[in-house]
């Protein structure tokens, strides 16, 4: 069972930038897919961007060019760098993680972008 705790989130101005960390407790290396979603007021949650075998990464058409996933393996830590933040960015982030068919989520991460 993989547990995830995300830290990274805040208050920033539009055009600022933030890193959104997801600190697993167990080993990622072996993970079928880890990414970040995003749940905004009022809105379901989507998909921001996800590495996964066989696909390497994608990214939602709305963070193209300003988000980037990244994974440490030896720190077991999922990264969300976020660049030329928006208003529209404002969401609470959650971490993904599917291992064996089993999908597990954290807890989020509040990004709160202010125009």
């Known amino acids: 069972q993989v547990q995830l705790v995300e830290s990274g989130g805040g208050l920033v101005q539009a055009g600022g930038s933030l890193r959104l960390s997801c600190a697993a407790s167990?080993?990622?290396?072996?993970?079928?897919?880890m990414g970040w979603y995003r749940q905004a007021p009022g809105k379901q949650r989507e998909l921001v961007a996800i590495?996964?075998?066989?696909?390497?990464?994608m990214y939602a058409d709305s963070v193209k060019g300003r988000f980037t996933i990244s994974r440490d393996n030896a720190q077991n830590t999922i990264y969300l760098q976020m660049n030329s933040l928006k208003p529209e960015d404002t969401a609470v982030y959650y971490c993904?993680?599917?291992?064996?068919?089993?999908?597990?989520w954290g807890k989020g991460t509040l990004v709160t972008v202010s125009s």
């Open positions: 590495m996964a075998t066989g696909i390497s990464t």
């Open positions: 167990g080993s990622i290396f072996r993970v079928n897919s």
């Open positions: 993904n993680v599917v291992e064996y068919g089993m999908s597990y």
